[in-house]
Nanobody, 127 residues
Framework: QVQLVESGGGLVQAGGSLRLSCAAS????????MGWFRQAPGKEREFVSA????????VAPDSLKGRFTIPRDNAKNTMYLQMNSLKPEDTAVYYC????????????????????WGQGTQVTVSS
């Protein structure tokens, strides 16, 4: 079992930045692909980004590239989501998810393809 706890959410004005954290415990963090998803009210969970176990490979939708980055620190068992130039449409609950994988490629982007997830953290962007 892997336990994931997100933090860092809050209220920010449009154009601002926010950094979310995902702290993992229970298993060897570096064995897992980590991902961020988000879900706005009335909408399906949406893929934000994923990072391979080593950190050498990341994927994200074209619409988010350039604004969001997803570093990880295996020594601290923590993954981050750095969000810049935030827009009101980024408002959502953000979830950290994980699955076991030793591959640096073919990272999954479906919310149901991950095996573990946290409780989520709310991000609200005001206009």
């Amino acid at each position: 079992q892997v336990q994931l706890v997100e933090s860092g959410g809050g209220l920010v004005q449009a154009g601002g930045s926010l950094r979310l954290s995902c702290a993992a415990s229970g298993r060897t963090f570096s064995n897992y692909v980590m991902g961020w998803f988000r879900q706005a009210p009335g909408k399906e969970r949406e893929f934000v980004s994923a990072i391979s176990w080593s950190g050498v490979n990341t994927v994200a939708p074209d619409s988010l590239k350039g604004r969001f980055t997803i570093p990880r620190d295996n020594a601290k068992n923590t993954m981050y989501l750095q969000m810049n130039s935030l827009k009101p449409e980024d408002t959502a609950v953000y979830y950290c998810e994980a699955y076991l994988s030793y591959s640096n490629y073919l990272l999954r982007s479906g919310p149901h393809d991950y095996d573990y997830w946290g409780q989520g953290t709310q991000v609200t962007v005001s206009s």
